[in-house]
């Protein structure tokens, strides 16, 4: 064991460690504070009721009469897209039972964009819900990252 710690301390990326965990703690500290700054201004027209209504331009990858994916404008990952409902339902817990068959919608269309991204090998959707699971922008989207590995566990 002592010869194993040893070469682990005088490897590069063992050195890095402390910047590397220190980056990634103040990008995830930083997402938690725009979260929670948006839990506080949650009222009125999002950036998203502004890309829906064309206001604000974007990559738009799908639309129909219920929703729309576009790409995210700083992507995690090297296919990064958003889908979101036309209706302004502010998160995944404000949404109510008659909402069930838009729900599927949107799956069934991050489904069928993925598949035009040609994200054959997988991806991952992921819905941020309120402060503590760090929703930045109070009109409901799924984010679909894919084009990677993706790493577990996510949070």
Known sequence: MP???????????FRK??????????????EVSKAKVAAESASGPTI?????DKSIPADILYEDEKCM????????APVHFL???????????????QDT??????LQVAKDVAEKEQLE???????NNGPDGAQSVYHLHVHILGGRQMGWPPG
């Open 3 to 13: 010869l194993l710690n040893s070469v682990l301390r005088s490897s590069p990326i």
């Open 17 to 30: 460690l402390p910047i590397l965990i220190s980056r990634s703690m103040s990008s995830a500290s930083d």
């Open 48 to 52: 998203f009721s502004k890309i829906l």
């Open 69 to 76: 994916a576009f790409r995210d404008v700083m992507p995690q």
């Open 83 to 97: 889908v979101i409902p036309r209706k302004p339902i502010p998160s995944l817990s404000k949404a109510a039972s």
């Open 101 to 106: 068959e838009l729900l599927g919608h949107l």
């Open 121 to 127: 090998n997988g991806y991952r959707l992921v819905i």
